[in-house]
């Protein structure tokens, strides 16, 4: 079945981490370039981070999450990954993970460009 699951989420205060995991199956996992994005309830979609099949390109679109948050992936594992350090308040919501379709390299804020999503893996941030 192909599919992405995502895991990881949870509480945590201001100034903790987490690590999210989205594994994949079903399909040629370092194939395909990968992205983190996450929404807030009444709110739109916000992308986080893009990385390349192989890893070795990366790119985060939210300047707020720039220098506190690690986009990775290991092949090997059919895993991908994001570290998330010092957490804030505005980092609660709901952390996707979306394949980029072929032939449109890292990726763009373009929701056409993605074609399989996971059901998503809450992160809540408060004292």
């Known amino acids: 079945q192909v599919q992405l699951v995502e895991s990881g989420g949870g509480l945590t205060q201001p100034g903790g981490s987490l690590r999210l995991s989205c594994a994949a199956s079903?399909?040629?996992?370092?194939?395909?370039?990968m992205t983190w994005a996450r929404q807030v309830p009444g709110k739109g979609l916000e992308w986080v981070s893009r990385i390349y099949s192989d890893g070795s390109d990366t790119h985060y679109d939210a300047d707020s999450v720039k220098d506190r948050f690690t986009i990775s992936r290991d092949n090997a594992k059919n895993t991908l990954y994001l570290q998330m350090n010092n957490l804030k308040p505005e980092d609660t919501a709901l952390y996707y993970c979306?394949?980029?379709?072929?032939?449109?390299?890292?990726?763009?804020?373009?929701?056409?460009?993605?074609?399989?999503w996971g059901q998503g893996t809450q992160v809540t941030v408060s004292s």
């Open positions: 079903g399909f040629t996992f370092s194939a395909y370039a």
């Open positions: 979306a394949r980029v379709r072929p032939g449109y390299g890292l990726g763009s804020r373009d929701l056409d460009q993605y074609d399989l």
